[in-house]
């Protein structure tokens, strides 16, 4: 008896100590991790907070709403990206009559069914929605099914586990057949396994939901709804190892949220992450208590990280505020150094754990805040200095411009000189090349001159000789007949044969003679015309050497003519490269100069905001 009654007292005790641990626990959330149990299990609530986000424009995976277990189904009327894409693609591929009766009266009973309280109305709208359902003539549309499957798990007067099971699974199967992009498809399957796990915690198959909400998470590696419910799950396991890395992952997932805030210099977005904290709703299961420390651990770390390190900026914040050094900020700046002077005054003396544990965020951004100002005061000083040199950089600019225009120009003379050179030679050549061809043409035809035909001369000789040798034949005859006393007049024969004779006797020795005188004309003919072609290739031998020296006095000339114009262009660059020499090397003595001037005004502001950083 006594044994038992010590049993008894045991478990009492143990029952008093886990209420004491949750009650601990429950008080750590809700005094320092904005954690509210009135507003948490509100639809409405989760409505416009998913509107607000949506607004902020995250990128993924900050763009994810942290689903309120109970509130859940309230996700599928929300505005998210999702949600608006399943529907446009509803409206454009669906005919106008169900797209009427959907958005009329399907999601209109659904609405009404997440957002009212009283059980029987709740149960009214759940069962309205599944006729609609019933009666709609595309059952194959994914949000029917989703919507069907929703109800079934969530709605507890028509609780239907087998049910449900099949219209999830319908609904994962009909992801692949709707045609939208690759990323949408993975989003919709993600979220659908996380609802599916959501069915497994209702049936208390804790395995089946860590299955579900594992997929997830091997879809979305960032997702927050897959971290914070498979943390729950291996929590309601005792696996305590797996249960602390997941509510660091959702933990981080905070605080980056909230740095995107901070880089933004968003005060709505900054107040959202740091009041409505996703870790917050983690003190909602009492399965968490037993993590209690992991909670306290970042509790403290915060508080004595923050303590010493927002006292140290908002010192600098002032200080930086009594340097009286607005007019060297930008809009970008001065946004900047405002948002943070603002947040840093208006959460003074908080107890908020995420405020604090961003106190390193707030450090660098001070810091580059105060970077940038060193920056912009540092372009100022060179935009100054450049300003104050622009006479020396236009000048130093038109000499190196009239440098290249005399490069430029100097290469177009040298190739004119070359074009007139080749256009010189080409000339003389062909006009050279024309005195031969016509002397060789005069030596081909020097048969057709009559001064230079021997046979033509031989020819006329003869005739010459021919007409002199008859004439002479003609006078010898008479002159042998006048000369003979024998012959009787009257005898015709013996005069004939006298004169006959006499006269073929002066012929045949002046033929003779004709013909030696022919021969020596043809061969004197002859002999001259052997002068003139030995004279005509002499003079083609001369005209080929004079084509050679010609050609070696224009390369010659060329070449003078270019050796002066490239001297006088020389003079004139080395000239300007000089001058531009000099000028250059009298900027650099003037920014020296400046630079010593201008940097001795800034440089005590320098040294103070340098100050600031250490």
């Keep these: 008896m006594i044994f038992e009654e010590k049993i008894i007292d045991g478990a009492t005790e143990r029952k008093a100590l886990e209420k004491s641990r949750v009650a601990n626990f429950k008080s750590l959330g809700y005094k320092f991790f904005e954690a509210d149990d009135e507003l948490l299990n ?3 609530k989760l409505i416009k907070d998913t509107l607000q986000l949506s607004k902020f424009s995250l990128p993924s995976p900050y763009d994810e709403m942290l689903l309120n277990f109970e509130c859940a189904p309230v996700f599928w009327v929300t505005s998210s990206h999702l949600i608006q894409k399943l529907e446009n693609h509803f409206k454009a591929t669906a005919s106008k009559e169900f797209v009427l009766d959907y958005f009329n009266y399907t999601k209109e009973f659904y609405f009404k069914w997440v957002i009212v309280d009283s059980p029987a109305d709740k149960k009214y709208f759940a069962v309205s929605t599944l006729n609609a359902l019933k009666h709609t003539k595309q059952n194959n549309f994914i949000l029917n099914t989703i919507l069907h499957a929703t109800i079934l798990i969530f709605e507890k007067s ?3 586990a087998e049910t449900a099971e099949n219209q999830m699974t319908k609904a994962l199967s009909l992801v692949q057949s709707i045609d939208i992009e690759e990323s ?3 989003e919709l399957n993600y979220i659908l396994n996380v609802f599916h796990g959501f069915l497994f915690l209702k049936q208390s198959d804790v395995e089946g939901a860590i299955e579900k909400f594992t997929e997830a998470n091997r879809i979305k590696p960032d997702g927050i709804n897959a971290a914070f419910y498979l943390a729950l799950s291996h929590a309601r396991l005792n696996n305590f190892e797996t249960t602390e890395n997941l509510i660091r992952k959702v933990y981080e997932l905070d605080q980056n949220r909230i740095e995107l805030a901070i880089n933004k210099n968003n005060r709505v977005m900054f107040s959202s992450f740091v009041h409505k904290p996703m870790v ?8 968490f208590s037993k993590f ?17 390190e927002l006292n140290q900026i908002r010192a600098r914040i002032t200080k930086l505020k009594e340097l009286r050094i607005s007019d060297y900020m930008d809009v970008d700046i001065l946004e ?3 948002f943070l002077d603002n947040i840093l005054q208006f959460y003074q003396g908080t107890g908020n754990v995420h405020f604090l544990g961003a106190s390193n965020i707030y450090v660098n951004k001070f810091f580059g805040v105060v970077e940038s100002i060193k920056d912009l005061i540092k372009m100022e000083v060179d935009s100054e200095i450049r300003e104050k040199l622009t006479v020396y950089s236009k000048c130093i600019d038109d000499s190196k411009n009239e440098l290249q225009r005399l490069k430029v120009e100097l290469d177009q003379l040298r190739e004119k000189i070359k074009i007139k050179l080749a256009e010189k030679s080409e000339k003389a050549s062909n006009m050279i090349a024309a005195k031969i061809s016509e002397i060789e043409l005069e030596i081909q035809n020097l048969d057709l001159v009559e001064r230079y035909n021997h046979k033509l001369t031989f020819n006329n000789s003869i005739i010459y000789s021919v007409i002199i040798s008859f004439i002479l034949f003609m006078i010898g005859g008479l002159a042998g007949y006048a000369n003979s006393s024998s012959v009787n007049a009257w005898d015709f024969k013996s005069v004939m044969s006298i004169v006959f004779s006499e006269g073929l006797k002066w012929s045949a020795v002046s033929i003779f003679i004709g013909t030696i005188i022919s021969f020596i004309m043809s061969a004197s003919t002859l002999f001259e015309k052997s002068n003139r072609k030995l004279q005509l290739m002499r003079e083609v031998g001369v005209i080929k050497n004079s084509k050679e020296s010609e050609l070696e006095n224009l390369i010659a000339m060329s070449e003078e003519r270019q050796r002066i114009i490239e001297e006088r262009f020389e003079r004139r660059i080395k000239e300007l490269k000089k001058r531009t020499e000099d000028l250059e090397n009298q900027k650099q003595a003037e920014e020296s100069t400046l630079k010593e001037s201008m940097m001795g005004k800034y440089l005590k502001l320098d040294e103070q905001l340098a100050a600031l950083l250490n």
């Design 158 to 160: 028509l609780y239907d």
């Design 336 to 338: 900047s150094f405002n």
């Design 42 to 44: 509100k639809p409405i």
């Design 184 to 186: 949408f498809k993975n």
């Design 280 to 287: 917050s709703y983690f003190f909602e299961f009492n399965e």
């Design 292 to 308: 209690i420390q992991i909670f306290s651990t970042i509790k403290e770390r915060n508080e004595n990280i923050a303590s010493v």
